[in-house]
RNA sequence: GCCCAAGUAGCUCAGUCGGUAGAGCACAUCCUUGGUAAGGAUGAGGUCACCGGUUCAAAUCCGGUCUUGGGCUCCA
């Protein structure tokens, strides 16, 4: 008899007697351990914790403090749902449920939507079967066999993944009470571990994503091994909904979108719109000090330049119909990129001019389906902060690294604390050579990896005319949007035949490249309002400083500080009404008025304000002017907080 | 586009069994002049999203349209 030689991730080993499982090795840590795991790490694989461990091999205990840990408790959460499905409703038909970012799905084939009410009956279930403490049983069949139970049952879903994704030999069953699924796992010891779960929405969602196919209904949920962790979670969305740009643009008076108007098209009111002001101001001088040029280009063009560009074949779901003009048609533009390069044409380049920026904050309008609108994140008329680089092959890739640091410069000024970068390849519909496509996804490849930026790849999401590196920033629920864009271009250069006279005098082609570092100034301002919760930094608040006299007799002295404030360049008001303090106060805070400046007898008579910090309280009293060089350094500097000290 | 839910005052929301609509906040006027998150009184404010149907009678029931919200590739 044998031993098996097990390290800890902390570096011990340990021997323990042939036959051992993950449980048993739990047991030997301590009990608590051995109450939380959920499943064991052998020698980098999940297995089960019942599962005997075969050979030497550097073991982990996974709780559901671990990300893996999570996966399989939500994973089998997913099971508990399908099995009170089944029973409820037992035509259902089986999908797929896998666990996700924070939580767990199933999708079934169901004769009609779940209702409220269907769900408070699955949880009612659900809760029963946690309650049994159903242990979970892995079984090791032959794929065949498999095929053949479902072909005789009818279960179409497993029978096509077994048909085109699952192809191994053996596949693994697991069961747990009357219930059992064709499943990877593994699975928690038991259904008792789980303490907590809520069904958090129910939803259509197609088969495989794929719109031509069944609409299946699925089901979200979520679960955790304490219940103080579901309040948690309940609390914490609660909180995102309070920082959901859409709640706050109303509140702080923002943005307003109205059926009069139309769905999807964005009215910026006046504090919206100054920040905005602010953000492309801030957008134009980082543009004119780093080599670009900014130009302008018309809303609609004639049809036919959307015909050599290629839009009308490949982007024509997302254009709108063109209009007529006398006798010519003209197609309001969803793009900037036809103009750009029409300007390019205006004249004969030589080598020497490049590689050329223009940028333009261009104003496109797309179609997009009804279904998919969302408040500033997802629009049909939107201003993207546009550019293109004309560029000589040779100076491509220095261009492209230059270009990735310019863009991330311009997101650390808005202090995002972290975003996802994604290279996307050739899509299905597109123009060009493969072989350009392959290379072209090189050279962005080799940007990424000389500024060691870690990147996923999204395969075919790249845009029709050439890949792409997207960064994508996530708002307040987690979802995630994408900003910036940086989009090689070889096709657009060929179709338009530009060129530029070579060092030898020769014409040749240039390749280009399409960016957006904000992505659409609707887009980014929504991610902003998350970012920021509404509380600006100063530089961007539409009013940096609120005066708050405490009774009538301050009114005058508070319009000359105003006065003296505005002359300084500050955005300051005064808020004269008859009420007491503490209610003007109130408001203010509620309007997240970076600065509150509070005037009574006391500072009239010293020529002094008492400051008030938005969410931070009094901060005592300063003398005007001093107050006015603080506030316009931290303006200067683009603080993300204001900080008087 | 598809599935589900919702649409009532500027905002947040009540509105029971079908009997012509209500609160709080905001707004206006007046009183109050108060030192760090809501002082008081009075007033004005509505095509109950829109169109059609049922009914003596529709915010309410039925149908349609529009809009908004959540979701629609994360191999078992």
Redesign the pocket.
Known sequence: MSNVNITLPDGSSKVYPQGTTGLDIAKSISSRLAKEAIAVKVGGKIRDLNAEIDGDAPVEILTFDTPEGKQVFWHSSAHIMAQAVTELFPEAKLA???P??EGFYYDFEVSK?F??EDLERIERRMQEIIDEKAVFHREDVTRREMLEKYRRDGAQYKVE?LEE??L?ER??VYKHSSFE????GPHIPDTGVIKAFKLT??????W??D?KRT?L??I?GVSYPKRKMLEDYLYRMEEARKRDH?VLG?QLELFH?T?DVG??LVLWLPKGALIRNEIENFWREEHLANGYDLVFSPHIARLDLWNRSGHTDFYAENMYQPVKVDEERFQIKPMNCPFHISMYKSRRWSYRDLPMRWAELGTVYRYE???????LMRVRGFTQDDAHHFVSPEGMEDELVWLLKFCLHILDSFHFPDYDIYLSTRPEKAIGDPDDWVKAEGGLRHALELLNLPYSVDEG?GAFYGPKIDIKIKDA?G?SWQCSTIQFDFSLPERFDLNYVDRDGQMKRPYMIHRALLGSVERFFGVLIEHYAGRFPLWLAPVQARVLP????QIEYGRQVVDRMKRAGLRVDLDSR??????K???S??QKIPY?L??????SESDTL?V?LH?K??QG?FEVDTLIEKMRAEIETKAPESQLT
Not at 369 to 375: I, R
Not at 578 to 583: C, L, M, R
């Open positions: 797929i449920g896998p996700i970012e939507p209702s409220p993944m994704d699952i191994d596949v693994s699924d064709l499943c990877r929405a129910s939803s259509g969602a197609y495989r994503g719109e609409m209904q699925r979200y859409r109303k979108i059926n769905a999807g389906m009804p279904g998919v609108l969302h408040g999401g629920l979802r405490i009774t009538d007799d008859s009420e007491k303090i503490g209610h106060i109130r408001e805070e509620l509150m509070i005037i009574g007898a006391r500072e008492s008030r969410g309280g009094d009293s």
